[in-house]
């Protein structure tokens, strides 16, 4: 009985801190301390009696033994007066109880072998824990626009005005031809082809090194390794940029535009995955995408110059009749970017080597690396110089190409007479690449 009293009185002090068990719990600690004064009382009594001579016969016994049984009796009544007592005010307090008990629900759970009480207020039914909302395509924008790094995108914008001019210029009908030719819908259009290109080979690239482990080990992680972006998402990103790119090349106008467009999705696609592994062919690519850009433009502008519909039979054979300064362009372009992505394999090379990535450098050593990267830039110097000098000196085009190739030799010299080791200058090398590249491309204008 006590235990259940015990039990009764700590139950009610769980279900409400304070108010009405608390008055409870009160009386029933004043009546159980009184009876255990009087039993503590009876137990010292007979402890004294017990104590006692002999002499005093059987009758101190006797009266030892009514004593103890009166106590005991007492003691009985007490108890069961105060359980009497006790049903009573459990009964008038029973309404106030059972509205205690239906505001506050406790529920038991368990939790790595240990109990917890967990209590929820609500007075009808539980709220259903909060849930992170599932990222998407749309709630993840931010992070994906940074992944298809829109610093690269004026230099998009400059190879396509650059090819534009090249192909107007050479059907001697004016600056004007120009500006009307790249404010055609058609042409707009092949702008947006070209950066929705750029953008998904930069967000393929990071998409597959995330599933191959190629940036855990960076110190600037980028989303898809720290989790901001989902691989999912990404690669739904991936899907739409790729179809919105496929149907622009519809409305691209001419055949080898188009399949300038096409040939250049599809070595985004298989690069990181497929082209990036083998030696070589990884550097090839990345400045064959770079050289498109020009080359795409340019064919576009002179299908729309020369009337060459989308159908025309004869549309293939403008890349026969491609002006010769576009030509020069597109491969100065890709024989300058060329030696620039060898010069980044350099300062990678570490990183490469961790994860079996066989790069130039990685392969055969830095030495030969810088050695490649020098006879690349040095072709591409021949190729910007000889257009001002052939034809006439055109000294103001002269001037930007001999600053643009001079600075651009030097930097990379310093590469090859530290063979690589100093990444200091490796990384002036490929920085200053962009100023110099802006002077190189002055020059054909």
């Known amino acids: 009985m006590r235990v259940y009293k015990t039990a009764t009185a700590a139950l009610m002090l769980l ?8 008055a409870f719990s009160a009386k029933l600690a004043k009546r159980y301390a009184a009876i255990h004064r009087t039993k503590s009382l009876t137990k010292s009594e007979n402890r004294f009696g017990s104590g006692a001579t002999t002499s005093e016969g059987r009758d101190s016994k006797d009266h030892q033994s009514s004593s103890t049984e009166l106590e005991a009796s007492t003691s009985e009544s007490e108890v069961a ?71 690269n995108f004026m230099g998009v914008v400059i190879f396509h005005l650059l090819g534009t001019y090249l192909a107007t210029a050479a059907s001697n009908t004016g600056d004007l031809s120009f500006v009307s030719t790249l404010l055609k819908p058609s042409m707009c259009v092949v702008l947006v082809v070209l950066l929705l290109t750029s953008s ?7 998409y597959y090194d995330a599933r191959l482990g190629v940036d855990a080990t960076k110190a600037h992680a980028k989303p898809l390794v720290t989790g901001q972006v989902p691989m999912a998402v990404a690669k739904q990103a991936l899907n739409y940029l790729y179809a919105v790119t496929l149907l622009g090349a519809v409305i691209v106008p001419g055949i080898p535009a188009r399949m300038s467009v096409v040939v250049g999705l599809m070595l985004t696609f298989w690069y990181t995955k497929h082209l990036k592994p083998i030696t070589w062919l990884k550097n090839v690519v990345c400045a064959c995408l770079i050289a498109f850009a020009p080359l795409t433009s340019g064919s ?20 026969a009749t491609l002006p010769a300064s576009l030509i020069r362009c597109v491969s100065m372009l890709f024989f300058g970017f060329l030696g620039r992505e060898i010069m980044m394999d350099i300062n990678d090379t570490e990183d490469d080597r961790l994860h079996r990535v066989r790069t130039v450098p990685v392969k055969y050593g830095r030495r030969f690396a810088s050695g490649v990267a020098l006879a690349s830039t040095s072709i591409m110097s021949v190729l910007v110089l000889i257009g001002p000098i052939l034809g006439g000196i055109n000294w103001r085009r002269l001037i930007f190409a001999v600053l643009g190739a001079g600075a651009m030799m030097k930097r990379v010299v310093d590469v090859v007479r530290t063979e690589g080791h100093d990444k200091d200058i490796v990384n002036n090398a490929i920085e200053e690449g962009h100023l110099t590249m802006m002077l190189l491309l002055a020059s054909f204008i």
Do not use: Y
């Open 300 to 319: 576009a502008a002179i299908a729309l110059q020369r009337g060459a519909t989308v159908i025309s039979p004869n549309a293939i054979m403008q890349v």
């Open 15 to 22: 279900l409400n801190g304070g108010g009405v068990a608390d």
């Open 81 to 151: 007066e105060a359980d009497s007592q006790h049903q009573e005010d459990t009964k008038e307090e029973a309404p106030t109880v059972k509205a205690s008990i239906d505001a506050t629900h406790v529920f038991v759970a368990s939790t790595s072998g240990a109990t917890r009480v967990v209590a929820d207020t609500s007075v009808t039914s539980t709220s259903p824990t909060a849930t992170k909302p599932t990222p998407t395509v749309l709630s993840c924008w931010k992070d994906l626009l940074g992944m298809t790094r829109p610093s």
């Open 200 to 206: 998904t080979s930069m967000l393929v690239n990071d």
